[in-house]
């Protein structure tokens, strides 16, 4: 490139006297068609938590991988302790102390905990892997995090949390001076966040420079020392965060002032039940549930994760088979073997994967819009296309669906735009209760606002809308009433409006419990 | 529509646009080689070796339709060869015993797809992965094929049972001066005929039928489908039914040319039909295939084994060919989806 020379021009040592371990200066990256990154600055010092926040699409992660070396700049460059660099891989990177752990898990599920940890730099005994070794240091990275994970263990015996546990260690045990941490917490419980927090710390006081990019900017506040803030892949600005507010943050995201989170309810609860699950229970996993709905309510689920939230509702779907329990949809006993016999009763659950049981990637829009109710588009088994798509554009039109064409395949589109096209499916099926779980995982700031809208106008259509979230915040901004679980049993249901984060929290943890 | 504008980052080709650049550069190959052969053969450009390859391309064709469905629902069917056989000696023994040749034929068919019914069940209700149910059906179906008969071709069938493989439609021989008869136009063989009609009907059950779109959604996401309340299992079924019937025809088509029923007719059949689909684009992984793709496939395995004929090429030198054609036509898919 260009600008080897120029390397030079600025000094490496900072303001405060602190000195920047990595910068991104002046970085430009064009894709055909789009400026994907314009002119963005980086600055990280060393010991320092530096938090960088944008949209989905902002163009952090497009960020990420110039400095990691997957993405060449077009402009700009990418200077680390004082040197300007060009990595050509990510192994590269790695080499000389840049780590980055991603959102998405990159663990191979059949080999064990230290095998994943060593992967591609297994120690050795002559030609072979010193397993025992290779065990051992894998435990001290283990323990090192406090997390009960033995370093022979499968990984795919472990839950996500644990797994984004082991990516962790993976990363302490590369000895990383710079360390890229894209939504690290968003699978864990808050006790293996308070965990990951106290590492952060311990990394920081050895002088390892951490970027942490995540959605929940409530949690900043306890790790982040300044903030950079990116919008349509611009820089905004990078202040210290003791001299901003959350709202400030927000405000420079998406460009404008969001003057709340959640919308105002249009819709309130009526006195009628629709929607009523009696005594259901799940082999070991869920046991007598029992909950109802009102029309026009938002019920939440609350829970720490394996409560059994997900799996109550997959069971009254029919997603999974459940041992015990009766569903009652409006005054009717329903028998429910598969989500077929669900779905013919307007009972429609969201999944909180979209793309792995959510959302055909290959298919386009219109596909997948029309995909639980095909018949309404067809006759005799054929497909009427003028009928399918108008059925899909309308349905792009009420969710306000942002993208060029009802043919665009689903894969290519933002994260929020997936979940409504997910959501546009459902409503095309005429469902009359929809269990929505972590619909707004991995949604902008923006685009969650848009679905919390949804979600209050859905409900003040007449359809029952249940709510499952880890987010509290969510459960107290939309909900009406909050079924809590906690082990597979519900621990307790609270009014919303009389209730706060403390109390659900006490439910959840199972050290307080309702006579129900 | 004010939702419908473009967002920066989001601009990408709908899967139309690069179904179609696809497809232009498999029909380019084809024509490529097409004019590679004439220009190096002067046999290779009439009529009667164009009825020739079309005649040897329709058996591909049959059990590439079938292989496609399965495909596109991330399967595999490594058992067509095998049931093709089975098939053709049912019908030919069917016949043996006196029933009349159609319900003989259909007779076979009928056993190809409860082939097809068995892999089917196999892969649903005993959750056995496709490669490992349908090896098992290729052994289990080729033995079969070879027990009833004994092993040995099964002839004395007659010449009705030779109509369908051997008939041409439009066929014009008028007596020439020496008083041979000579063929003014080689007519359309049957099997032509059924090639187009088949891939005509299952082109349009995948792409405006429900059960066609419940294939693609299965391949392109088997959970999101079964929670969308597709009836996976009976779609699934239906793929490797579809599957086995076409095979069994193929077997009967096959067969009547022979004029003999033949057990072991077909061996690694089921390669060229996989090869055929996956040179017209139908992705392992599932969720992405087309019939006209797998038709163009098909006449590129046609015309590569007839032009190399043509020109003298043996057979060895042939599967090296055939085998780095589908190398590298699979090798460019892939770098046109990494973009």
Redesign the interface.
Same mark, same amino acid.
């Given at each position: 490139m260009t600008v080897t020379s120029q390397s030079n021009t600025r000094p490496t040592a900072a303001l405060d006297g602190r000195e920047s371990i990595l910068s991104a200066k002046g970085v430009v990256k064009r894709f055909?068609?789009?400026?994907?990154l314009d002119n963005v600055h980086l600055d990280l010092y060393r010991g320092e938590v530096h938090a960088l926040c944008g949209e989905n699409?902002a163009g952090k992660s497009t960020l990420m991988k110039v400095i990691t070396g997957l993405y060449q700049p077009d402009e700009g460059q990418v200077v680390y302790k004082g040197e300007q660099r060009h990595f050509s891989t990510i192994q590269d990177a790695q080499d000389v102390g840049i780590t980055i752990i991603h959102q998405e898990l990159n663990l191979v599920p059949h080999l064990t905990v230290a095998e994943n940890i060593y992967l591609g730099r297994e120690p050795k005994k002559g030609w072979f892997v010193d397993k025992k070794k290779m065990e051992a240091d894998a435990q001290v990275y283990l323990d090192r995090l406090k997390v009960n994970i033995k370093a022979s263990d499968l990984v795919l015996s472990l839950t996500v949390a644990r797994q984004q546990m082991v990516e962790i260690a993976k990363a302490l045990s590369l000895n990383a001076e710079v360390l890229i941490m894209d939504e690290p917490t968003s699978s864990l419980t808050e006790s293996e966040i308070d965990r990951l927090f106290e590492i952060i710390h311990e990394l920081k006081s050895q002088g390892v420079g951490i970027i942490y990019i995540s959605h929940r900017l409530d949690e900043l506040k306890r790790i982040v020392d300044r903030v950079t803030i990116m919008r349509?892949?611009g820089y905004v600005w990078t202040k210290d965060f003791g001299d901003v507010t959350v709202d400030d943050i927000v405000a420079a995201m998406v460009g404008r002032s969001l003057e709340e989170k959640f919308p105002e309810r249009q819709s309130s609860p009526s006195e009628d039940v629709i929607f009523e699950v009696k005594g259901l229970c799940r082999e070991k996993l869920c046991s007598n549930v029992s909950f109802t709905l009102r029309r026009g309510e938002i019920l939440g689920f609350a829970g720490l994760m394996g409560a059994g939230r997900t799996e109550a509702a997959r069971a009254i779907?029919g997603?999974d088979p459940k041992t015990a329990g009766e569903v009652i949809l409006g005054g009717k006993t329903l028998s429910i073997a598969a989500?077929?016999d669900a779905?013919?009763q307007g009972i429609a659950?969201l @999944?909180e994967d979209r793309k792995?049981?959510?959302?055909?990637?290959?298919?386009?829009i219109k596909?997948n819009v029309t995909?639980?109710n095909?018949?309404a588009v067809?006759s005799h088994?054929?497909?009427d296309?003028a009928r399918e798509a108008r059925a899909a554009?309308e349905m792009?039109?009420k969710l @306000?669906?942002?993208?060029?064409?009802i043919?665009?395949?689903a894969k290519?589109?933002?994260g929020g735009n997936q979940q409504k096209v997910v959501i546009g499916?459902w409503l095309f099926r005429d469902s009359k209760v929809l269990f929505f779980d972590e619909p707004t995982r991995g949604i902008d700031v923006g685009a969650k606002f848009a679905i919390y809208q949804l979600l209050d106008k859905l409900a003040s259509e007449g359809i029952g809308v249940v709510l499952i979230t880890s987010e509290l915040p969510e459960i107290l901004g939309m909900t009406d009433r909050v079924v809590v679980f906690h082990e597979g049993e519900v621990m307790g249901i609270l009014e919303t409006a009389k209730t706060n984060q403390e109390e659900i929290m006490q439910y959840a943890s199972g050290v307080k419990r309702m006579a129900l | 529509m004010a939702t419908l504008e473009q967002s920066p980052g989001e601009a990408k080709l709908p899967i139309d646009r690069k179904d179609l650049i696809q497809k232009f550069a498999a029909l380019a190959g084809l024509v490529l080689l097409i004019v590679a052969f004439s220009l190096t053969s002067s046999a290779f450009l009439t009529m009667s070796n164009g009825v020739t390859i079309a005649l040897q391309t329709s058996t591909i064709a049959y059990i590439g339709l079938g292989a496609t469905c399965v495909i596109i629902t991330s399967g595999i069917d490594l058992s067509v060869g095998s049931v093709l056989a089975l098939a053709g000696v049912v019908a030919a023994l069917a016949v043996q015993v006196g029933v009349p040749v159609p319900f003989a034929m259909l007779i076979g068919i009928l056993a190809g797809g409860a082939c097809g019914a068995v892999n089917g069940l196999i892969i649903t209700r005993m959750k056995l992965p496709p490669f490992i149910a349908t090896l098992g059906m290729m052994m289990v179906a080729r033995g079969l094929a070879l027990q009833i008969t004994g092993a040995r071709p099964v002839s004395g069938l007659g010449e009705s049972f030779g109509a369908l493989g051997n008939g041409s439609l439009w066929r014009v021989i008028t007596e020439g001066d020496n008083g041979f008869p000579k063929v003014i136009f080689p007519g359309i063989p049957y099997p032509v005929i059924l090639m187009i009609v088949l891939a005509v009907i299952v082109a349009v059950v995948l792409r405006k039928t429900t059960f066609g779109r419940h294939l693609y959604a299965i391949g392109s996401n088997e959970e999101a489908a079964r929670l969308s309340g597709v009836k996976v299992n009976k779609v699934k079924i239906g793929a490797y039914v579809l599957s086995g019937l076409l095979a069994g025809l193929c077997g009967c088509v096959l067969m009547s040319r022979l004029v003999t029923g033949q057990p072991n007719e077909g061996i690694a059949y089921e390669l060229d039909a996989i090869a055929a689909a996956v040179i017209g684009g139908t992705s392992l992984a599932g969720g992405v295939g087309s019939i006209s793709g797998t038709i163009i496939g098909a006449f590129i395995i046609g015309i590569l084994r007839n032009g190399l004929n043509m020109n003298g090429v043996s057979s060895f030198i042939q599967m090296i060919i055939i085998g780095l054609v589908i190398i590298s036509t699979v090798w460019i898919d892939q770098l046109r989806n990494r973009k």
């Amino acid at each position: 490139m260009t600008v080897t020379s120029q390397s030079n021009t600025r000094p490496t040592a900072a303001l405060d006297g602190r000195e920047s371990i990595l910068s991104a200066k002046g970085v430009v990256k064009r894709f055909p068609g789009v400026l994907a990154l314009d002119n963005v600055h980086l600055d990280l010092y060393r010991g320092e938590v530096h938090a960088l926040c944008g949209e989905n699409g902002a163009g952090k992660s497009t960020l990420m991988k110039v400095i990691t070396g997957l993405y060449q700049p077009d402009e700009g460059q990418v200077v680390y302790k004082g040197e300007q660099r060009h990595f050509s891989t990510i192994q590269d990177a790695q080499d000389v102390g840049i780590t980055i752990i991603h959102q998405e898990l990159n663990l191979v599920p059949h080999l064990t905990v230290a095998e994943n940890i060593y992967l591609g730099r297994e120690p050795k005994k002559g030609w072979f892997v010193d397993k025992k070794k290779m065990e051992a240091d894998a435990q001290v990275y283990l323990d090192r995090l406090k997390v009960n994970i033995k370093a022979s263990d499968l990984v795919l015996s472990l839950t996500v949390a644990r797994q984004q546990m082991v990516e962790i260690a993976k990363a302490l045990s590369l000895n990383a001076e710079v360390l890229i941490m894209d939504e690290p917490t968003s699978s864990l419980t808050e006790s293996e966040i308070d965990r990951l927090f106290e590492i952060i710390h311990e990394l920081k006081s050895q002088g390892v420079g951490i970027i942490y990019i995540s959605h929940r900017l409530d949690e900043l506040k306890r790790i982040v020392d300044r903030v950079t803030i990116m919008r349509d892949g611009g820089y905004v600005w990078t202040k210290d965060f003791g001299d901003v507010t959350v709202d400030d943050i927000v405000a420079a995201m998406v460009g404008r002032s969001l003057e709340e989170k959640f919308p105002e309810r249009q819709s309130s609860p009526s006195e009628d039940v629709i929607f009523e699950v009696k005594g259901l229970c799940r082999e070991k996993l869920c046991s007598n549930v029992s909950f109802t709905l009102r029309r026009g309510e938002i019920l939440g689920f609350a829970g720490l994760m394996g409560a059994g939230r997900t799996e109550a509702a997959r069971a009254i779907f029919g997603a999974d088979p459940k041992t015990a329990g009766e569903v009652i949809l409006g005054g009717k006993t329903l028998s429910i073997a598969a989500p077929v016999d669900a779905i013919e009763q307007g009972i429609a659950y969201l @999944s909180e994967d979209r793309k792995l049981n959510g959302l055909a990637v290959k298919m386009t829009i219109k596909e997948n819009v029309t995909m639980a109710n095909l018949a309404a588009v067809s006759s005799h088994g054929f497909i009427d296309d003028a009928r399918e798509a108008r059925a899909a554009r309308e349905m792009v039109a009420k969710l @306000s669906v942002k993208t060029p064409s009802i043919n665009q395949v689903a894969k290519n589109l933002s994260g929020g735009n997936q979940q409504k096209v997910v959501i546009g499916k459902w409503l095309f099926r005429d469902s009359k209760v929809l269990f929505f779980d972590e619909p707004t995982r991995g949604i902008d700031v923006g685009a969650k606002f848009a679905i919390y809208q949804l979600l209050d106008k859905l409900a003040s259509e007449g359809i029952g809308v249940v709510l499952i979230t880890s987010e509290l915040p969510e459960i107290l901004g939309m909900t009406d009433r909050v079924v809590v679980f906690h082990e597979g049993e519900v621990m307790g249901i609270l009014e919303t409006a009389k209730t706060n984060q403390e109390e659900i929290m006490q439910y959840a943890s199972g050290v307080k419990r309702m006579a129900l | 529509m004010a939702t419908l504008e473009q967002s920066p980052g989001e601009a990408k080709l709908p899967i139309d646009r690069k179904d179609l650049i696809q497809k232009f550069a498999a029909l380019a190959g084809l024509v490529l080689l097409i004019v590679a052969f004439s220009l190096t053969s002067s046999a290779f450009l009439t009529m009667s070796n164009g009825v020739t390859i079309a005649l040897q391309t329709s058996t591909i064709a049959y059990i590439g339709l079938g292989a496609t469905c399965v495909i596109i629902t991330s399967g595999i069917d490594l058992s067509v060869g095998s049931v093709l056989a089975l098939a053709g000696v049912v019908a030919a023994l069917a016949v043996q015993v006196g029933v009349p040749v159609p319900f003989a034929m259909l007779i076979g068919i009928l056993a190809g797809g409860a082939c097809g019914a068995v892999n089917g069940l196999i892969i649903t209700r005993m959750k056995l992965p496709p490669f490992i149910a349908t090896l098992g059906m290729m052994m289990v179906a080729r033995g079969l094929a070879l027990q009833i008969t004994g092993a040995r071709p099964v002839s004395g069938l007659g010449e009705s049972f030779g109509a369908l493989g051997n008939g041409s439609l439009w066929r014009v021989i008028t007596e020439g001066d020496n008083g041979f008869p000579k063929v003014i136009f080689p007519g359309i063989p049957y099997p032509v005929i059924l090639m187009i009609v088949l891939a005509v009907i299952v082109a349009v059950v995948l792409r405006k039928t429900t059960f066609g779109r419940h294939l693609y959604a299965i391949g392109s996401n088997e959970e999101a489908a079964r929670l969308s309340g597709v009836k996976v299992n009976k779609v699934k079924i239906g793929a490797y039914v579809l599957s086995g019937l076409l095979a069994g025809l193929c077997g009967c088509v096959l067969m009547s040319r022979l004029v003999t029923g033949q057990p072991n007719e077909g061996i690694a059949y089921e390669l060229d039909a996989i090869a055929a689909a996956v040179i017209g684009g139908t992705s392992l992984a599932g969720g992405v295939g087309s019939i006209s793709g797998t038709i163009i496939g098909a006449f590129i395995i046609g015309i590569l084994r007839n032009g190399l004929n043509m020109n003298g090429v043996s057979s060895f030198i042939q599967m090296i060919i055939i085998g780095l054609v589908i190398i590298s036509t699979v090798w460019i898919d892939q770098l046109r989806n990494r973009k």
